[in-house]
C-alpha cells in the first residue's frame, strides 16, 4: 500500500469511530430525560433576574475586588522578592511558597472561621463574604506576585542600564521603564490569572453567605435542591462562559495592539 | 568631597589604577586612563580586551573593585556621590540601542529630562525636537523605535543622551550591531559632535572614524592599556608588538 493511501484509509477509520460514537450516544441517551432535568425553561424563567442582577453581578464584583487586591498586594511581594534587602525576599518568599501550596477552599475557610476565633478583633468589611474575598485577594496575590517577579526579569537588562545612565532612580526606572514593559510581557498569563479567580469566586460558598451575597455557584446549588431539578446549573455554566469568554477575546485582542509597538 | 561642582580646569575622565575582576577573573588590571575636556579618545582593542568594562566603570555601571575614577574633579567611587547627579553629565550610547520600546521617540527622549532634570513637559519636547533634528529625525517624534531602522534607532540613543546636556559622550561600539549600509549616518552624527566640540569616549572598530575625528587612540588588549598616542601615528606605526598584530588583522 502506497503512504498516501494508507493516510487516506486511517483518515476514513477516524472519522467512522467519531460518527458512530456520536450515533450510540444519540441514540443511548435518554433525551427527554434530559431536557425536563437539565432544560426546563419554566425553572429557567423562575431564575430571572436574580441570576443576573444578584448572581452573576456578584462575580463580577467578587473577580473585581479579588484581581485589584490580587494586583496591589501581587506587586509588592513581587518587588519584596527581587529587593536587595535579604529579610523583604525571606518574607516575600515564605509568603508565595504558602499560599501557592494551599488549597484555595482551605484557606477561605480558614479566614471566614478560624482567624475570627482566634482574634475576636478581627471584623472585615462585608462579614464572612468580606472574610472569604480577603482570602481570594491573599491566594491570588501570591501567584500574580510570581508572574510579575518573571515579567521584571524578562525585560532586557539594557533597558535599566539605558534609565540608569540617563540619570534616573532606581523607583522611577522600575515605574517608568520596567514595569510597563513587564505588564506587557505577562499580559497572557495574568488573563489565565483572572480566568482563575473568576473560577475560584465558586468557592466563597465555604464562608456561607446572605443571600444578596450569592454568586452564581451558590445561587446555582440553592436553586438545585429549591426545584429538584438541575437547569439552573447550566444557566450558571452559561453565564460564566459569558463572562470569561469576552474577557479572553479582548485580551487577545489586546495583544495583538501591544506587539506593534514592542 | 561630595558636592557636585563642574570644573573646567581638570579632566573631564581621569581614572588610576582601575581594578575590576568578574568573581576571580580580572579583566581590567591597574588601567591609567584619561579624557580632556574637549578630547576626543578612541578606545580600540580585541574583543574581551576590557573596553566595554572600563567605559561602564566610569558611570558606575560597573563597581570598580579598586582604583580611583575621578570625573570633572570628582571622585565618583565616594559613597558619598550624588551618583543620579554625576550622571546626568555622562551621556552613554550603547551598541544595542537600548531605547525605550514601549514609549514613542518623543517619549524616549523627554522621560528622563522629566524624571531626573524636573523639566516641564515643554521644555524636556521643545530641547528633544532640537536634538531630534540635529541627528537628522527630526519629525519622527511619534515613530516607535520598531518602527525606525537600526541607524535611526541609535541617532535616537545619541539623541537621547544628548537631551540631559551631558558634559560627555561615551560610545561602546555604536555602529557594531548595524547593518554596513547605516554606520555612516552614525558616524556623521558623532563627527558633528566632535566638531563642535564635545568631550568623547568612542570604543569603536572603525579605525577609519578614529583617524579622522580621534584626537588620540588608547590601544587595550587583556585588561591593560597596551599603547596610546596620536590615532595618525598609531595606526601608521604602531610600537607594540601586541597593537601590531591587533591592527594588521582589523586594516
Ligand atoms: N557582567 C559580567 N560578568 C562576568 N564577566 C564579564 C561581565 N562583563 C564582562 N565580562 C568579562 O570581562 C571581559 C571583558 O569584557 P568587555 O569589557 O565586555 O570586553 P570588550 O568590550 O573589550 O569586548 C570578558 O572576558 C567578559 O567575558
Ligand atoms: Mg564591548
Redesign the interface.
Known sequence: MKPSTRRRLFRAVLYVIFLVAVAALVIVADWETIATNFLDLGVAAEQFPTIITTAAKNVVIYTFIAFVGGLILGLTLALMKLSPVAPYRWVATAYIETFRGLPALLVIFGFAYAVPIAFTEWNPPGGSTGAGLIALIVVSAAYIAETIRAGIEAV?K??V?????????PS?TMI??VL??AF?IITPPMTNELVIIIKDTSLLFIAGMALGDRELTTFARDAVSQHANSTPLVMAALLYLVITLPLTRLVARLERHNQ??? | MSEYINRKDVPAIAVQDLHKYFGKNEVLKGIDFHVNQGEVVCVVGPSGSGKSTLLRCVNRLEEPTSGTIVVEGVDITDREIDLDRVRTKIGIVFQQFNLFPHLNVLKNLTLAQQRAKKRSKTEAADIARKNLAKVGLAGREESFPNQLSGGQQQRVAIARALSMDPDMMLFDEPTSALDPELVGDVLDVMRTLANEGMTMMVVTHEMGFAREVGDRLVFMDGGVVVEQGKPKEILAAPQHERTQGFLSKVL
Open positions: 532586557p539594557g533597558q542600564e539605558a534609565a540608569r545612565s540617563l540619570g534616573m532612580r522611577w517608568s521603564v510597563p514593559q506587557r506593534r509597538s514592542r
